[in-house]
């Protein structure tokens, strides 16, 4: 049993990772995106979400990737037998969401984030990720740390060049 949870910002490379993770080892890949919004960037019911999610984490396998709800992300943690955190400076986050907004209007994507037909509005998107990083990262790494304390696996990701290093040796 399996269960590896691949968290970080928006624009880290998470969902690409979670789901070369989850071919290779033959698991199922969950993308918490695609669970937190519904059609047109609405966020789904927090009851909703919260169902849905521990239904999700009570499988006994799993590759899940994404942030989700923060008061979420405890209880995936928990559950989780292995953490990829990818935790890059703020701008390496903002570059390569970028990247991924100019092939997402280039009709270059392949893999949009909650399957979305549109692409995020850019500002929103860097609105988020820069509140994210001010706002939930200081919590998320002590949850990180704590999982770790725990005896939980954890690989953390500070940069492109071990990210893509990480993604090679998968």
Do not use: C
């Amino acid at each position: 049993m399996q269960r590896i949870a691949v968290i970080g910002n928006a624009g880290g490379g998470k969902s690409t990772l979670a789901r070369k993770l989850a071919a290779q080892r033959e698991l199922p890949y969950i993308e918490i995106d695609a669970l937190l919004w519904q059609p047109g960037w609405k966020p789904t019911p927090a009851e909703m979400y919260e169902a849905e999610h521990g239904r999700l984490i009570a499988r006994s396998s799993w590759v899940i990737d994404g942030l989700g709800r923060l008061e979420s992300m405890a209880d995936r943690l928990e559950r989780a037998t292995e953490i990829i955190f990818i935790d890059m400076p703020l701008w390496m986050h903002f570059w390569l969401a970028a990247e991924r907004q100019v092939a997402w209007a280039k009709g270059e994507i392949v893999h949009p984030p909650a399957g979305a037909v549109r692409m995020p509005p850019t500002e929103a998107l860097f609105r988020t990720i820069f509140e994210v990083d001010r706002d939930w990262m200081p919590t998320v790494r002590g949850m990180v740390t704590m999982a770790e304390s725990a005896g939980t696996a954890v690989h953390r990701i500070t940069d492109v060049e071990a990210l893509n290093l990480y993604s090679a040796a998968t």
